[in-house]
């Protein structure tokens, strides 16, 4: 079993950045990807960004490319997100993945392991 732990969160206004990390413990495998996910009032979870086990690969949603860095410490299994130029339109409890297999994947039904969130709500 893993867990998985978010934070960072917070209040920020619209063009600010915030840092969300997700620090692993339990079992958690260096060789896992980790993706980050989030989901608005009323709204599907969606993909956000991921890293597959190396940190060699990365993906990211449309709406957020050249904004936010999905990064990963192996060391420490850990995962950051770094969130640039925010807008409202980002307002969301943000989730830390993990999946048990090197390459990562774009859909949550393919993680074994979640946080339990984080909020991140951006203002006009």
């Known amino acids: 079993q893993v867990q998985l732990v978010e934070s960072g969160g917070g209040l920020v206004q619209a063009g600010g950045s915030l840092r969300l990390s997700c620090a692993a413990s339990?079992?958690?495998?260096?060789?896992?990807?980790m993706g980050w996910f989030r989901q608005a009032p009323g709204e599907e979870r969606e993909f956000v960004a991921t890293i597959n086990w190396d940190g060699s690969r990365t993906n990211y949603i449309n709406s957020v490319k050249g904004r936010f860095t999905i990064s990963r410490d192996s060391a420490k299994n850990t995962v950051f997100l770094q969130m640039n130029s925010l807008k409202p339109e980002d307002t969301a409890v943000y989730y830390c993945a993990s999946r048990k297999y090197a390459r990562s994947s774009n859909y949550a039904y393919d993680y074994d392991y979640w946080g339990q969130g984080t909020q991140v709500t951006v203002s006009s």
């Open positions: 339990g079992r958690p495998s260096s060789s896992y990807a």
